[in-house]
């Protein structure tokens, strides 16, 4: 944290006594207003999604590695070590600092609106590492100058208050003067200053920390759906995406297009490692399900589609060209905006909300439009009438269980669910794996794996060993196998 941080304290340190002359190119404190930095933050936030999830994505049977390449040992033992995965959490805590920065000099200009996107922005940024981590510093990790080595808050702590920091900060949207805040409508690159879109995005948050946390007493489902109920604005979903748009072109492209698709200057292939798992492209392929072209894409060599099994050891016939890549469907060009948080994801938490019935309607029919929904943004032609198509089957993966219990009735919910985020949930796939147990995906072949599984949760930096040793060592011994987030019960 003190390595993510330092940044923020060299540039928040006044050394008036050194300033001789004053360089015009230089940004200073006073000159980076939140107009300037809001964008760039929002732009890392979304880009978060492109690749920092990788690894996830083959622990969980979405992709797997070409036979190019040899096995990557230590994600395929699943021992992980503290270094595995650590530019997440340094990266996370980056990103909330700046949002808290723009937060405070926000309140000092007045600007209402830019202060509530850092506050939404920053909580959004949080409830992950939460989820990846459990207990975390948030209490005292943003004021570095004043408390250098933050305490560690307790994952469920951390959890309640960023949902009164989601209630704070959309209250300040809401009440914003747009015409005090200055460039709002070009620099919030996400709704571009639209409330109600802020709201829906707001509400969609707290869902999903509602849905989380189902197995604990944390919230009051029925309260605070009642609060959301009384905003009045909704959820995203039915074409919404929350998703930023800074003005992608080709040589500064979509990242999730440059990271797993192809150069949109020279045309080469930019992802020759990862290709489809088995475990998914199997599952698709028995199910007939007709995305599956769109979430994975020929071989280069042509042929059908063709995926690896994990852990398996590299052979020729599974090379990088022999197999299929991520499809064209998530991957869709490199002007495409970068999602934080996709309609389809935010379907499928209304529709399991309403299986629970926090939310008032007819579970099977929220069901339906959440896969709808799957079809219509991977761009599957005449997505509403193939995915009623699809939803008359009869497998247990599909097929809507009628007069069924909640338990049957969720069960369907995820396996679409899972099925839906291919590529562009994965984090929330990781969720819900743990905290619903109905998909379990393949396990890695890897002779390294023993009878190792798939982790509960990363294990906190190495770096945090280094500058906050007293305080992550209070957490006692973390395993990656037996400690677990609060609300994976």
């Excluded at 107009?35 to 760039?40: E, F, G, I, R, S």
């Excluded at 398996?312 to 991957?331: A, M, Q, R």
């Excluded at 389809?344 to 929220?366: D, H, K, L, P």
């Amino acid at each position: 944290m003190i390595a993510a941080f330092a940044g923020l304290i060299l540039t928040g340190c006044k050394k008036d006594y050194l300033n001789i002359n004053t360089n015009p190119n230089s940004a200073t404190e006073s000159l980076i207003t939140p107009d300037l930095a809001l964008a760039p933050q929002m732009t890392t936030t979304a880009a978060r999604n492109a690749s920092s999830w990788d690894f996830m994505a083959r622990w969980l049977g979405y992709w797997s590695a070409a036979g190019s390449y040899s096995r990557s040992t230590v994600e395929m033992s699943y021992n992980i070590t503290n270094d595995f995965g650590a530019g997440i959490f340094e990266g996370v805590y980056y990103t909330a600092g700046q949002y808290k920065a723009i937060e405070k000099k926000s309140k000092e200009l007045g600007w209402t609106y830019y202060e509530g996107i850092a506050k939404v922005l920053g909580a959004y940024e949080m409830i992950n590492l939460v989820d990846l981590y459990n207990n975390v510093p948030y209490s005292k990790a943003f004021d570095l100058v004043g408390n250098i080595r933050p305490t560690y808050d307790k994952g469920e702590d951390v959890y309640k208050a960023l949902y009164a920091q989601l209630d704070a900060g959309l209250a300040l949207i809401k009440a914003a003067d747009v015409n005090k805040n200055t460039n709002i409508l070009k620099r919030d690159i996400m709704f571009f200053g639209d409330k109600v879109k802020w709201a829906k995005f707001v509400n969609t948050v707290k869902l999903k920390m509602l849905i989380h946390t189902t197995g604990t007493s944390t919230f009051s489902p029925a309260a605070e759906i009642a609060k959301i109920n009384t905003e009045g604005s909704g959820y995203l979903g039915n074409g919404l995406s929350a998703e930023v748009q800074p003005g992608y072109v080709a040589d500064r492209p979509n990242p999730f297009y440059s990271s797993k698709m192809f150069n949109a200057i020279n045309g080469n292939e930019n992802d020759n490692y990862n290709r489809a798992n088995n475990f998914t492209l199997s599952l698709m392929n028995t199910l007939a399900d007709p995305r599956v072209s769109y979430v994975y894409r020929a071989p280069k060599a042509g042929g059908a589609l063709k995926g690896t099994i994990y852990g398996s050891d590299p052979l020729i016939v599974n090379s990088s060209d022999n197999t299929s890549g991520v499809g064209f469907g998530i991957g869709k060009s490199f002007t495409m905006p970068m999602w934080v948080m996709t309609s389809v994801e935010a379907a499928f938490y209304v529709a399991e909300a309403t299986a629970r019935g926090w939310i008032s309607g007819n579970a099977q029919t929220a069901y339906n439009l959440a896969v709808r929904e799957s079809f219509s943004w991977l761009g599957v032609p005449n997505a509403a009438t193939a995915a009623d198509a699809y939803l008359r089957k009869t497998n247990v993966e599909v097929a809507w269980p009628v007069g069924g219990t909640l338990a049957n009735q969720i069960t369907a919910i995820a396996w679409q669910k899972y099925l839906a985020l291919n590529g562009i949930g994965i984090l929330e796939t990781w969720n819900d794996v743990r905290r619903l147990k109905v998909v379990s995906p393949a396990l890695s072949v890897a002779p390294e794996r023993g009878t190792n599984q798939i982790p509960s949760r990363l294990l906190y930096p190495t770096s945090e060993y280094n500058y906050n040793a007293e305080n992550v060592k209070a957490e006692g011994t973390i395993s990656q196998f037996t400690s677990k987030v609060f609300w994976h019960k």
